[in-house]
């Protein structure tokens, strides 16, 4: 009789663990910890940032810890683009510099800290003009100069790559000043090309 009330008290125990536990856990495995994202800190930037009326783009100088943001301004007032310098341990925009004037539109923004360089990209809205690069020196925080005809672009060590529908081009810092490095002509897109 023993016996019997172990057999039974074992079954019993099974069947609780078998109705507790979900059928992909074993009882070796552990929890998985948790991979959540969190926010950790919430910054008022101000309205409006800067002077700019809409932030569009941000840059973050992780070296100098400022955030960099391209406004666009109100466009029935045809304030153009600005480029406001949030200072993250101050808290606050610090700087304020109008790129342009009229009704344009900002289009991308990166900054290289190994120059000090900022990139703005913007176009002028509803036009058929090409859009605008204009290269700003981080310290002085003044236009150093304007590319025309990018489309795309991305900066990385001291370079900077670029991209329209013709060509692709890199241009390095030499003598403190932007030297074209390389330009490769891009082949017209055909059509009718079997993928396989």
Do not use: C
């Amino acid at each position: 009789m023993n016996n019997w009330l172990k057999a039974i008290f074992f079954i019993t125990t099974l069947i609780t663990l078998t109705l507790t536990l979900s059928p992909f856990q074993s009882l070796s495995q552990s929890p998985t910890p948790d991979t959540t994202l969190h926010i950790e800190t919430i910054m008022n930037l101000g309205v409006p940032a800067g002077n700019g009326a809409t932030p569009k783009h941000l840059a973050l100088d992780n070296d100098a810890e400022l955030l960099y943001i391209l406004t666009e301004g109100v466009p029935i007032l045809k304030q153009g683009n600005g480029l406001s310098v949030y200072n993250l341990n101050v808290g606050q925009i610090v700087e304020h510099l109008s790129l342009n004037q009229g009704d344009n539109e900002a289009l991308d923004l990166h900054v290289d800290s190994t120059t000090g360089l900022i990139y703005a990209l913007w176009k002028e809205r509803y036009s058929d003009t090409r859009p605008t690069l204009t290269v700003i020196d981080s310290q002085l925080l003044q236009v150093e100069q304007t590319i025309l005809d990018v489309e795309a672009l991305t900066v990385a060590n001291g370079q900077l790559y670029a991209a329209n529908a013709q060509e692709l081009f890199s241009v390095n810092l030499s003598n403190n000043s932007l030297a074209e490095a390389q330009r490769i002509d891009l082949s017209p897109a055909t059509t009718n090309v079997a993928i396989v």
